[in-house]
Nanobody, 118 residues
Framework: VQLQACGGGLVQAGGSLRLSCAAS????????MAWFRQAPGKEREFVAV????????YYADSVKGRFTISRDNAANTVYLQMNDLKPEDTAVYYC????????????WGQGTEVTVSS
C-alpha cells in the first residue's frame, strides 16, 4: 500500500498550486483522506481532512477559505487545491489515510515540498 504525493513547487505569494495524492495497492473508498504539513523547524500539523462516511470536510483555521480538499474515488486520488498562498504555507505537505472507523492515520505519503516566496 502506497500513497504518492506530487504537485509541490515554488510559487509567489497569492498564487495557486494543486497537490495530488495517488493511492496504490488497495482502494481507499472507505478511508478518510487528509493532508498534513511540516514547516522547517516545526511540528507536523493538520491541514485538511475529507471524511468518507459523512462526505464532509474540515480545515485548519489557517487555510480555511483558501484550500479545498477533494477526492476522485475512481482514480483513487485525493487533491488539495491551494489558492492565495502565503509565505507561511511553505512546508512539506503529506497526504494520509485512515479507515473511517479509527482516529489513527495508518498510511502516509512521502511528502511534496511547497515553497511560497514573498
Amino acid at each position: 500500500v502506497q500513497l504518492q504525493a506530487c504537485g509541490g513547487g515554488l510559487v509567489q505569494a497569492g498564487g495557486s498550486l494543486r497537490l495530488s495524492c495517488a493511492a496504490s495497492g488497495r482502494t481507499f473508498s472507505r478511508y478518510d483522506m487528509a493532508w498534513f504539513r511540516q514547516a522547517p523547524g516545526k511540528e507536523r500539523e493538520f491541514v485538511a481532512v475529507l471524511f468518507w462516511r459523512v462526505r464532509s470536510t474540515y480545515y485548519a483555521d489557517s487555510v480555511k477559505g483558501r484550500f479545498t480538499i477533494s477526492r476522485d474515488n475512481a482514480a483513487n486520488t485525493v487533491y488539495l487545491q491551494m489558492n492565495d498562498l502565503k509565505p507561511e504555507d511553505t512546508a512539506v505537505y503529506y497526504c494520509a489515510a485512515r479507515p473511517f472507523t479509527q482516529n489513527k492515520y495508518d498510511y502516509w505519503g512521502q511528502g511534496t515540498e511547497v515553497t511560497v516566496s514573498s
